[in-house]
C-alpha cells in the first residue's frame, strides 16, 4: 500500500486560499488533475494511491468528485482551463459515461479552452473499441496506454495483465476512434528484460504509428511486492549501466522514427503532439487536482487531499475540503522546483546565475545554448540529470 501524505498545515474547512494565491489562479495556465485510484489487481512495482475491489468500492466516487469541483468552484476563479488528464489508478474502469460527466461538470465549473488538451491513462486491456468512440465522443482527445513492454516474460514480473500484442492494438483503435493524440509509455530495465526484449518494445511502440512515447527506467518503491521479491533476493535489483544503456537505445530509435525528446523522458512528434498538461507542472502552471490523495498548486500554495476514497467521499459529504494538509512556498522554494523541472526540458532554462561552468566543462551541456545564457543538458546530460539538478539545487 502507499505510504502516509505529508502533515503540512491544515486545509481551511471550506478549501478556501489565501487571497494572493487566488488572484494567481491560471496566470500561468491552469490545468485539472482527476485521480481515479482504481484498479483490477496492482502491479508489483506500483506506490501509487490505488485500490483494488477489496479494498475500496467505486460506490460514491463519481458523486464526490463532483461535490469537490462545485467547492473549487467556490474557491478560484481562473479565466478556463488548458488542460485536463484523468490518471490513477486505471479511469478506464469507470464507465465512459460516468467519465463524460466529470468532463462536463469542468467545463461547467470554469469552461473548457477552446482545443483545450483532454486526456485520459488506459491499460491496454481495459478499454474496446466502442469505449475508445464513446471517450472520444465524450470530448477526450488524448489517451496514455501503459504498455511497459513487448515481453511477455518482463511483463510478467511487473505483475501486468495484458498480452504483449494489446498495448499496441489499442493504441490503433484509439487512432481509428478520433484520438488527436495517442502515448504508449515504457519501462525499461525490468529484471530479466534483454537489449533485444527492449529493442522489441521500442520496434512495437513506433509500428504502432503513436505520436509520443514515454519511457522510465524501473524505479524499486519500498513497500512495493517487486521490492519485497529484491530483498528476498528473488529478482536481482536494477542495473544503473544496464538503464543507460536502454536510455541510449530509446533515443536513438525514437529519434530515428521522428520522435524528438522535449523532457528527459518524453518524446514526441513535433511540439503539437507534447502532453500540454505535463508541459503546464513542469513550466510552473497551476492546477487543481480533484481525487482522493490528489495534488494540487495554485498560486504558490501546494495541497493534498485524503488518501482513501471513503474518506475522501465522506468530508465532502459533510460539505467539507477534502484537504489533508497544505504547503504555502516560499520565493526560494519555488526557484528550487523551477530549476528542478525545468533542467529536464529540452529547452532548458535560463542561467540566471546559476553556477554551472563545470557541466559544460563536462560536456553534460550545450555549449551553444550557454553562450546564449540557457542552461540546457546534452545527451549524455540527460544521462545524469539527476546528479545534476542535485548539484544546482543544494
Known sequence: MPGPLPEGEPVPVDGSLPDHAAARAGQNGFGVYVHVPFCASRCGYCDFNTYTADEAGQEGYLDAVLAELRLAGKVISPERVDTVFVGGGTPTLLDP??????????????????GA??????????????SLR?????????????????????LAVLDRRHTAGR?????????????????????????????ADFDGSLDAVVQAGVDHVSAYALIVEDGTRLAARMRRGDLPYPDDDVAADRYLAADQRLSAAGLEWYEVSNWAAGEAARCAHNMLYWTGGDWWGVGPGAHSHVGGVRWWNVKHPSGYARKLADGESPGFGRELLTAADQR??????????????????????????DGLLDAAAYGAGR????????????????????
Open 117 to 130: 488538451e483532454v486526456t485520459t491513462e488506459a491499460n491496454p486491456e481495459s478499454v474496446t473499441p466502442e
Open 97 to 114: 459515461g460516468d467519465l463524460a460527466r466529470v468532463l462536463d461538470a469542468i467545463d461547467a465549473t470554469w469552461g473548457l479552452a477552446p
Open 336 to 361: 528550487m522546483e523551477d530549476i528542478m523541472l525545468r533542467v529536464r526540458l529540452r529547452d532548458g532554462m535560463p542561467l540566471d546565475g546559476l553556477d554551472a561552468a563545470r557541466f559544460l566543462a
Open 134 to 154: 464513446a471517450l472520444r465522443r465524450a470530448g477526450f482527445t488524448r489517451i496514455s496506454l501503459g504498455m511497459q513492454s513487448a515481453a511477455p516474460h518482463v
Open 375 to 394: 542552461l540546457v543538458l546534452t545527451l549524455r546530460g540527460r544521462l545524469l540529470a539527476d546528479a545534476v539538478i542535485r548539484d544546482l539545487v543544494t
Open 167 to 195: 498495448a499496441p492494438r489499442a493504441a490503433t483503435e484509439a487512432r481509428e476512434a478520433g484520438f488527436e493524440h495517442v502515448n504508449l509509455d515504457l519501462i525499461y530495465g525490468t529484471p530479466g528484460e534483454t537489449a
